[in-house]
């Protein structure tokens, strides 16, 4: 099953435990019960965790994460407490470190939909449907949908792939009015995110979240609010395409993974996805490019100069 191609052994931290390793991030608690998040510049493709970093990836996720839950905070609180480094850490977890509250985490991938491209094109070409949600035909790869759509899908395990499920699934998992909730919020955030993003050229294809309940503060109604986590609106978790190169029928310019995805696909990798070996190391000029499209990405998203 794939997975990590060489797991790294977490890092300990005096008055720190570790909880998880991720596909980027690793997870601690705090003495404080606050969880404490370290965006490392692994990257993955294909169910695999690659071997090859890329350097400052972490760095660009958690400034550029920091800087969309800034513009999204009158939409949905977020579980940003601060970015102070834990005393005694490594230095190199200064600029990629998040102490955020420990929230109870609705088990669902939030996935909003404003084009076509990816699992739910797969979906439409074989049904014109996703996650149940009936399109239009004569869609294409890259089509821009009537309207933005809320596609959720399960998480899964690192080397597992996440499930698209249809809306009656979710609420039959996490109760109607949770499902109505992340419907609601995840279709806000998008909204706003693929506005602010179109004043800057780039079009917001589709993006996933990551909500929890904090069960430590109540909401107007009394109940406790439902909260963004994790990352957000980064190339990890979104599709990012120009907007002057747009053109449906094809695979579009991006600045997410699909650049190390359509290497590790083409004949100078030598790899087969389909098979049981890892896959290889990215070339210089690979990581390169891509540590390149991550700063690019932030430099237009936020109008500020990488430094």
Known sequence: MPGFVDKPEPVQVPGLTHLHTGKVRDLYRNDAGELVMVASDRTSAYDWVLPTLIPDKGKVLTRLSLWWFDQLSDLVPNHVISTDVPAGAPADWAGRTMV???LRMVPVEA?????????????????????????PEGLVDGSELPAPIFTPATKAAVGEHDENVAYEEVAHQVGA???????QST????????DIAAGRGLILADTKFEFGYDDGAVTDGGGAPLVLADEVLTPDSSRYWPADAWEPGHAQPAYDKQFIRDWLTSPASGWDRHG??????????????SRARYFEAYERLTGLPWS
């Open 100 to 102: 955020c509250r420990s």
């Open 177 to 183: 009015e949770t499902a109505a909730a992340l419907r």
């Open 187 to 194: 279709l806000a955030v998008y909204s706003r995110a693929r």
């Open 111 to 135: 996935v909003a939909r404003g084009y076509l491209a990816g699992s739910g094109l797969v979906e439409y070409e074989h049904s014109r449907t996703v996650c149940g949600i009936a399109l």
């Open 276 to 289: 049981e070996l890892p896959p290889p190391e990215l070339p210089q000029e690979i990581v390169d490019q």
